[in-house]
Antibody, heavy 117, light 110 residues
């Protein structure tokens, strides 16, 4: 069965960077784009970007361009999302997701990133 | 501000039918299919409706979706207490080259 398992919670200081990992299993990792979506406390879902694991190509939401980097390691079926120059309003749960416009849609369990001095 | 517009809240009593709207534009709902997600507290979103009106396996037929022009709706009939959750619409957006989400609707079962 398809599973996306994310790395654990992080606490960072303002200005620091965070890297969240997402290990995929149960399907051909390179065959599907991996999206990253975040959710601030009490807020809605915010799309951050996607990576094509096959080519490494990326597309970032304009809001995050220059601050986010999405990478992948196909040898271990893992996608990474690094966010730099963290601010307090980056405090959120970060999800990786194999989004679909069909019946198969998969999300990781989420990784809480807390930015606090 | 979310790309897709949803009412922030909705409510109903057990057994009632409620609808949640989602408004977009020609670059998303107007030209693409719509997904609906249910999110329970502390959990990841779960796909409820895809392709505007299709239910994944295991989703009760109390949940239905529709789309017209640049708007979509989610209907929940025979409302149950366990339906109390946040609901999000989503559609691919050609301008973003990525998915657009609604701001979410918090459904309360009175």
């Amino acid at each position: 069965q398809v599973q996306l398992v994310q790395s654990g919670a992080e606490v960072k200081k303002p200005g620091a960077s965070v890297k969240v990992s997402c290990k995929a299993s149960g399907y051909t990792f390179s065959g599907y784009h991996m999206h990253w979506v975040r959710q601030a406390p009490g807020q809605g879902l915010e799309w951050m970007g996607w990576i094509n694991p096959n080519s490494g190509g990326t597309n970032y939401a304009q809001k995050f361009q220059g601050r986010v980097t999405m990478t992948r390691d196909t040898s271990i079926s893992t996608a990474h999302m690094e966010l730099n120059r963290l601010r307090s309003d980056d405090t959120a749960v970060y999800y990786c997701a194999r989004l679909s416009w069909g019946p198969e849609d998969y999300w990781g369990q989420g990784t809480l990133v807390t930015v606090s001095s | 501000q979310s790309v897709l517009t949803q009412p922030p809240s909705a409510s109903g009593t057990p057994g009632q039918r409620v609808t949640i709207s989602c408004s977009g534009s020609s670059s998303n709902i107007g030209s693409k299919t719509v997904n609906w997600y249910q999110q329970l507290p502390g959990t990841a979103p779960k796909l409820l409706i895809y392709s505007n009106n299709q239910r994944p396996s295991g989703v009760p037929d109390r949940f239905s979706g529709s789309k017209s022009g640049t708007s979509a709706s989610l209907a929940i009939s025979g409302l149950q207490s366990e339906d109390e959750a946040d609901y999000y619409c989503a559609a691919w957006d050609d301008s973003l080259k990525g998915p657009a989400f609604g701001g979410g609707t918090k459904l309360t079962v009175l």
